[in-house]
């Protein structure tokens, strides 16, 4: 069974401070990683995905397989970035199968002035 | 281009009775899902829908849950005998396709689901 870990519910930095969201997965195969954000009152939106290896409002996630962890990090949080940041995998699967995504239990982030 | 929606955005009811929640995918999108997400937890996975048909709906917690597609665009969850342990909020997501990989879910803002 697959399985999405985020062990922070609530994180807090101030502005201008490196942040990292970790991340831990349990998947015996090959999965995709993603990371999901909600900023307040709004849905939750695609932020980045493992396989693209992009940098999304300064943020970035590097997949380590030996570890089984796909943290997020940034180096100088913005007041802007204070949202609610989940982690999902989603299994590779073959034509036609399901590729629902697997949601950790998220992080809020609160950068502070 | 819209995106997905949701309605209604609140609902409250009584346990035992029906509800029924829909959602409108983007235009075009051929998959569609539905998550469940209940306080302080991640969205949960329910029920998957390539075209017309439930491809996977080994989410679904029990018989009192059913949804359909139809005409393969608007779906609708469909709630029997409500509990409050269903009481959540109801996402629904859709993509261009299933078996792509990297094929980006949207999100719709979610049914707001209360059982009293």
């Known amino acids: 069974a697959q399985r999405v870990t985020q062990p922070e519910k609530l994180l807090s930095v101030f502005k201008g401070a490196p942040v990292e969201l970790k991340c831990n997965y349990s998947?015996?195969?090959?999965?995709?990683l993603f990371w999901y954000v909600q900023y307040s009152r709004q849905r939750l939106q695609l932020l980045l995905r493992?396989?693209s290896r992009e940098s999304i409002k300064g943020f970035t996630a590097d997949l380590n397989k030996g570890e089984t962890s796909f943290h997020l990090k940034k180096p100088f949080a913005q007041e802007e970035d204070s949202a609610m940041y989940y982690c999902?995998?989603?299994?590779?699967?073959?034509?036609?199968?399901?590729?629902?995504?697997?949601f950790g239990s998220g992080t809020q982030l609160t950068v502070l002035p | 281009g819209a995106g997905v929606s949701q309605t209604p955005s609140n609902k409250v009811t009584e346990k035992g009775k029906y509800v029924e929640l829909r959602c409108d995918p983007i235009?075009?999108?051929?998959?569609l899902y539905w998550y469940r997400q209940s306080l302080g937890q991640g969205p949960e996975f329910l029920i998957y829908?390539?075209?017309?048909?439930?491809?996977?709906d080994s989410g679904l917690p029990n018989d009192r849950f059913f949804a359909v597609r139809p005409e393969g665009s608007v779906s609708t969850l469909k709630i029997q005998r409500t509990e409050r342990g269903d009481s959540a909020v109801y996402l629904c997501?859709?993509?261009?396709?299933?078996?792509?990989?990297?094929?980006?879910?949207?999100f719709g803002p979610g049914t707001r689901l209360l059982v009293l």
């Open positions: 997501a859709s993509s261009l396709t299933s078996v792509t990989q990297g094929k980006t879910q949207y």
């Open positions: 998947y015996s195969g090959s999965p995709e």
């Open positions: 493992h396989i």
């Open positions: 999902a995998l989603r299994a590779p699967g073959s034509s036609g199968s399901a590729r629902q995504l697997t």
């Open positions: 235009s075009g999108h051929t998959a």
């Open positions: 829908f390539q075209g017309t048909g439930a491809a996977d």
